[in-house]
């Protein structure tokens, strides 16, 4: 029955399509999807001599302050320090081309790992359709 709350939550927010859905996955299914033999190149995750996970992203090494897109609107105008070094401004349009491009990639993904926790300002939801892919925060 939580599935079914959870994929129509999914749908609302513009995630369309069927998927197998794992709500707050376990470490251990997260390790097994992350390792998985059906899993090929940038996808997969390799087992260190540590113990850790590790996964190969090429020329993408990791998450860039640059890449951070902020709406300048009358609520942001006077709250965020434009200091044109880590806070850039972005139009609604960017934003809204950015949304279309990662509902498109979780709706046709088959399986999605939702995320649901409770932080100091709100109820934040993260989907994934894969532990090392692409993610989608949303902050209630």
Do not use: C
């Not at 994929?7 to 707050?24: A, C, F, K, W």
């Not at 260190?48 to 020329?59: I, N, P, S, Y």
């Not at 950015?98 to 498109?104: S, T």
């Not at 088959?110 to 100091?120: A, C, E, G, H, N």
């Amino acid at each position: 029955m939580k599935n079914i709350k959870i994929i129509q939550e999914l749908h609302d927010l513009g995630i369309t399509g069927y998927h197998e859905v794992s709500y707050n996955p376990s470490y251990e299914e997260l390790y097994q999807a992350e390792v998985s033999h059906k899993r090929k190149g940038y996808e997969k995750g390799a087992l260190t001599d540590t113990g850790a996970v590790a996964v190969k992203t090429g020329v993408f090494t990791g998450r860039s302050p640059k890449d951070r897109y902020i709406v300048e609107d009358d609520i942001t105008r006077d709250t965020i320090y434009w200091d044109k070094k880590v806070n850039f401004p972005t139009t609604i349009e960017v934003w809204n081309d950015l949304k279309a491009l990662v509902l498109h990639q979780l709706s046709a993904s088959p399986k999605l790992y939702v995320f649901l926790y409770l932080s100091t300002f709100s109820l934040v939801s993260i989907i994934i359709d894969a532990p090392a892919s692409i993610a989608l925060s949303i902050f209630a």
